[in-house]
């Protein structure tokens, strides 16, 4: 009887040791299992956070990208327009001018007609370019913004990307976000962005 005692007490010990070991390796199993899951929570949290701002900056890309087009067309159009007026006017003034001059029995054209020819034209054609310039500045705004919208929805899947691979940390983390939302030029950019 007191060998079964024995062997009960040994199997016992036994048995005990293997479960406290089975049990200790379930916790470890348990704790790096919950580890991993409240991780893909966080960085599934993230990830969906930062959808949004992706969609936003990848559909004001496009919508930048519609104007610029339109006002490079516009641009392009006016230039030309606007060189062909320039050409018009200065060989019909000259062309008027010098008939004036050389017909027979016309009286002399005074200087000062020449000067406020000039004058008028020189006039006209800044105000061409001036407008001009308006135009290129609001085309160049345009493909600013589209450019930095672009820029913000790559940085922010390579920033997803990162988190997901789990390779960002919060040094790396503070930085993409500061460049993520940075704030953005206004003047003639803040106008047509609305």
Known sequence: ????????????????????????????????????????????????????????????????????????????????????AIVWSFWSVGWTLVNLAIQPGSPTIPPGVYVVASAGLGSAAAVLFWGGRILTKLYLSQHHLREDAQERATMAETYLALIENQAADTEDRQVILNALFRATPDGIVKYLAK
């Open 1 to 84: 009887m007191r060998d079964a005692g024995a062997a009960a007490q040994a199997w016992s010990r036994r048995l005990t040791k293997h479960w406290l070991r089975y049990s200790l390796h379930a916790r470890r199993k348990e704790r790096a299992s919950m580890a991993k899951l409240h991780a893909t929570d966080k960085a599934f949290t993230e990830q969906m956070g930062l959808r949004g701002p992706v969609k936003y900056w990848t559909d004001k890309s496009a919508a930048h990208k519609k104007s610029e087009g339109t006002l490079r067309a516009l641009v392009i159009g006016f230039f030309v327009v606007a060189m062909a």
